[in-house]
């Protein structure tokens, strides 16, 4: 686990704080607790119970700040304090880590100043109570930063041995029994050129053995890494210059594939950024990442957990210009920012995130004219896994003038549209809200003027995601429908028999009007209009001798065209088609005299047939049809087309030139949109 005294977690408190002008985010807590006390309490370590509570550790300070004592407090799962309980040993104890062991029992690791500084475990029950204790160490400054339970229930803690002399501290491993014994102790250095080695986090690995994580200080500071077996003897150990003149490792995560994630940061130059590195099972790097927001003075605080198997949460405190800033980040395994979240300003520091079973625990220290316990539970609803982006337009007060463009009432999250969707979670009765390709579109409903909100979460394949409450102030404003366009019937020449359906695409409206979309049909021949007003649906069936009618054209004797279009209105505005269409209608002659025409759709004749090359094909068809005459071979595969289009009502000849065609037979099949097929052999001789 990650040291927790000086290296810890930095965030702010309130989680909405960042957020505090922006009317379209909040980031809703399942609570979010501050502990009022008379004296300073700093909580460095945490830990969830098997019962589902909260351990919190640390140390209470005076205001004086001159004497410390242990702190534990517990919490249930909705942040009722159940104990709080203060352990003084000796004189200044700070503790800067704690478990719940397999027996049930708590366990902290830290450092008091008896003899000068040793290292200290204690045992205690749940009630604060304390079981056994037991100091490690020599006569100087040594300490337990960071804390494991073995699975044979054992403990291993580890920190820095001071060598009482120029060299400094040197990594410091210990495995002690139930009870605190020590089994056996070791020490670890770069060499005899260090200066300084500290060790900052302890990680149990795959094979039973430990990963140390930290810095030496060499010519320059360097990441210190150091990978143990069961019984704490080094099988490797790399130091890592992150290519700058200082380099510090602050937490270390194990990977699924026996490698490890190292985090950090890397100067150069005076800039300080965060390092994430991936090295393999024996510590060689396998890549990097560098993430560029700087700091003018070295973090205080980096943290590295799993998200689940497709990324990871790194944290990191910043200083620039004197102004505290604690960066949140989502990365995929191979280091890639997701998305990242600015915190800060306001003073609250996390010393500790811990993963619960049902979402996430920050816990830390509120400073005030004292430092207050302050610790914020995120259900899984709550977790925020990154803020969904202001709606466009929504930056400064969060009023949509108007419903003008619909970017206004879009989060657009800008991210891979496969790997992440919207869903609405809850909204106020004034608001409406769909999915869309780019994000969440809302609108008022029925043109609603005043203010209501929405929570909506963007979500990743794993349904794990973040959640925003969006707050918005609306002025209503109506604009017009689409166009519709024609689309039926086709432009050409139709018989006095014909029935024509008439349709068109259907006006697209903005979903916040309520306003329903009628249409207006307008016929016309020779600046004579016709009309039908308050239609609904964007089909409309008449005859052709109804509309002869309608004009007093009963007999006409010559081809007479029309011109139709459409007209949309929502009770304000009104917009006409995007085109208009003629038809022709033709006289009765002696060609297309109902008395004179085909009764049924046929092949009349084909002549030769048997043939060598050419034959003429005859067919007859009772009205104006939609046409198709073609020829295919014995596979049923098409070989030509013969005729494809409209005709008119008769009987019409068409000739197949086949002197490109091998010798065979050969299917001539007649049909169009409303009759059965009429197929004909035909026997092509060479």
């Known amino acids: 686990m990650v040291r927790n005294a000086a290296h810890c977690l930095l965030i702010t408190l309130l989680l909405v704080a960042m957020l505090s002008g922006n009317l379209s985010a909040q980031m809703p807590e399942v609570w979010n607790n501050i502990y009022d006390s008379d004296v300073n309490e700093l909580i460095l ?75 200290i475990v204690l045992c205690t029950d749940q009630d604060g109570n304390i079981i056994w204790y037991n100091t490690y160490g020599g006569a100087n400054d040594d300490r337990a930063d960071c804390l494991v339970e073995n699975p044979d229930g054992n403990f291993v803690f580890a920190g820095s041995f001071s060598t009482l002399n120029d ?70 150990q790399r130091t890592f210059d992150g290519g700058g003149n200082s380099t510090r490792l602050y937490d270390a995560l194990s990977t699924e594939d026996g490698g490890y994630l190292l985090f950090g940061e890397t100067a150069s130059e005076g800039d300080i950024a965060e390092w994430l590195v991936k090295v393999n099972g024996d510590g060689e790097i396998v890549w990097q990442q560098i993430y560029e927001d700087q700091s003018d003075l070295p973090g205080d605080g980096y943290s590295i957990v799993s998200a689940d198997q497709n990324g990871i949460f790194l944290a990191a405190h910043r200083v620039v210009e004197d102004t505290t800033r604690t960066i949140l980040r989502r990365a995929d395994n191979e280091g890639n920012e997701l998305w990242s979240m600015d915190f800060g300003g306001n003073g609250e520091v996390v010393s500790n995130i811990v993963t619960i079973e049902d979402g996430l625990l920050l816990t830390g220290y509120c400073p005030d004219e004292v430092a207050h316990t302050w610790v914020v539970r995120l259900g899984p609803e709550q977790v925020v896994w990154g803020v969904p982006p202001a709606p ?68 990743d394949q794993d349904n794990t995601g973040d959640t925003a409450w969006v707050t918005c102030e609306f002025t209503a404003v109506n604009d017009p429908p689409s166009a519709p366009v024609l689309l039926l019937p086709e432009e050409g020449e139709y018989r006095t028999d014909d029935t024509l359906t008439f349709c068109w695409s259907p006006s697209r ?62 009770g304000e505005f009104f917009v006409g088609s995007a085109n208009h269409k003629t038809f022709t209608v033709l006289p009765l002659t002696v060609e297309n005299n109902p008395d004179e025409l085909p009764i049924s759709m046929s092949i009349s004749a084909v002549s030769p047939n048997p043939f060598n090359n050419h034959t003429s094909v005859s067919f007859s068809i009772p009205i104006s049809s939609q046409i198709n005459l073609a020829i295919y071979n014995l596979t049923g595969k098409l070989v030509e087309a013969l005729a494809n289009g409209r005709y008119p009502a008769g009987v019409h000849s068409v000739t197949w030139d086949a002197s490109a065609q091998s010798a065979g037979v050969y299917f001539l099949k007649l049909s169009d949109s409303h009759s059965v097929a009429k197929i004909e052999r035909l026997v092509l001789l060479k």
């Open 167 to 236: 060299h400094g501290n040197d990594y410091w491993l210990v495995k002690s029994n139930r009870d605190g014994e020590v089994i056996w102790s070791q020490m670890y250095s770069v060499g005899d050129n260090a200066f300084n080695e500290e060790c900052y986090s302890l990680i149990p690995t795959d094979d039973d053995g430990f990963l140390l994580t930290g810095i030496a200080m060499l010519d320059q500071t360097v990441g210190y890494v150091v990978k143990v077996n069961s019984e704490g003897e080094a099988v490797w």
């Open 45 to 119: 370590g945490a830990d969830q119970t098997d019962r589902g509570n909260f351990i919190l550790a640390g140390y209470q300070l005076d205001r004086q700040g001159w004497s410390s004592v242990m702190l534990l407090k517990i919490l249930d799962h909705d942040g009722e304090e159940l104990v709080t309980s203060t352990i003084g040993i000796d004189s200044s104890e700070v503790c800067y880590d704690v478990i719940e062991s397999q027996e049930g029992t708590y366990i902290l690791a830290g450092r008091t100043a008896s003899r000068n500084g040793n290292a």
């Open 392 to 459: 466009e337009g929504n930056e400064d007060n969060g009023i949509f003038v108007g419903n003008e463009e619909l970017d206004a009432h879009t989060f657009h999250h800008g991210r891979d549209p496969d790997a992440f969707r919207y869903e609405l979670l809850e909204h106020g009765e004034n608001i409406v809200g769909q999915i869309t390709e780019d994000g969440l579109l809302f609108w008022p409903e029925a043109e609603f003027n005043g203010i209501d909100s929405l929570l909506v979460a963007v979500l």
């Open 509 to 570: 409206q903005n979903p916040w009007e309520s306003d329903s979309v009628t249409y207006r049909f307008h016929l016309g021949y020779n600046f004579e209009q016709f009309q039908l007003w308050d239609r609904t649906d964007t089909t409309l069936r008449i005859p052709i001798m109804t509309i002869l009618n309608i004009f007093n054209l009963n007999n006409i004797d010559t081809a007479i065209t029309f011109e139709w279009y459409i007209r949309a209105t929502d």
